[in-house]
T-cell receptor, first 116, second 108 residues
Framework: KAGVTQTPRYLIKTRGQQVTLSCSPI?????VSWYQQTPGQGLQFLFE???????NKGNFPGRFSGRQFSNSRSEMNVSTLELGDSALYLC???????????????FGPGTRLTVL | DAKTTQPNSMESNEEEPVHLPCNHS???????IHWYRQLPSQGPEYVIH???SNVNNRMASLAIAEDRKSSTLILHRATLRDAAVYYC?????????FGKGTKLSVIP
């Protein structure tokens, strides 16, 4: 099976712009999570989707949003970009709907976003 | 704070066992304890998880204290490929809460 894929791998934007990142989970996986990784804050949870429904959301401003499509692919959008949004954005997928089996998350390589 | 506490860094000689400690004194009774590792320029990789009992898989063993306030990841024979940042994580509500992690260096 192919792994989790994220596009694009690298992105440069300027302050005030918006950006959309894409994640394709492993075939058959229905849960998709998003994380932000920065040197200062480490890995922080953004949100998790299962069957097109957001089940949990991290402590990020409303400028960060996401969605999941019927084929389990997911997108996240950041509007009105700020310099502090520069980070590695990681997507992870899981096969299970919950419980112990949800715990094995498969991460993609990430999208490196730079905001100038 | 529900985050976990780990040493910033550890060193191990190649082919020797490594014990990576983690404190999670505020973990709730239903939260799983996870370990992931992140190699340079890669996304995190699942290592092992457990709830109450000790767990073993092909990669490692997880020893969980009886009171669940701490756990230890055991790599039985460290190899150079095991050099990575190891995260001890609390899971609850479909969310992994990462701490700062332990950077493991393996000395040939």
């Amino acid at each position: 099976k192919a792994g989790v894929t994220q596009t694009p791998r690298y992105l440069i934007k300027t302050r005030g712009q918006q950006v959309t990142l894409s994640c394709s989970p492993i075939s058959g996986h229905r849960s998709v999570s998003w994380y932000q990784q920065t040197p200062g804050q480490g890995l922080q949870f953004l949100f998790e989707y299962f069957s097109e429904t957001q089940r949990n959301k991290g402590n990020f401003p409303g400028r960060f949003s996401g969605r999941q499509f019927s084929n389990s692919r997911s997108e996240m959008n950041v509007s009105t970009l700020e310099l502090g949004d520069s980070a590695l954005y990681l997507c992870a997928s899981s096969e299970s709907s919950g419980g112990a089996d949800w715990n094995e998350q498969f991460f993609g390589p990430g999208t490196r976003l730079t905001v100038l | 704070d529900a985050k976990t506490t780990q040493p910033n860094s550890m060193e191990s000689n190649e082919e020797e066992p490594v014990h990576l400690p983690c404190n999670h004194s505020t973990i709730s009774g239903t939260d799983y304890i996870h370990w992931y590792r992140q190699l340079p320029s890669q996304g995190p990789e699942y290592v092992i998880h457990g709830l109450t009992s000790n767990v073993n898989n092909r990669m490692a063993s997880l020893a969980i204290a009886e009171d669940r306030k701490s756990s230890t990841l055991i790599l039985h024979r460290a190899t150079l490929r095991d050099a990575a940042v190891y995260y001890c994580i609390r899971e609850g509500g479909y969310q992994l809460t990462f701490g700062k992690g332990t950077k493991l260096s393996v000395i040939p």
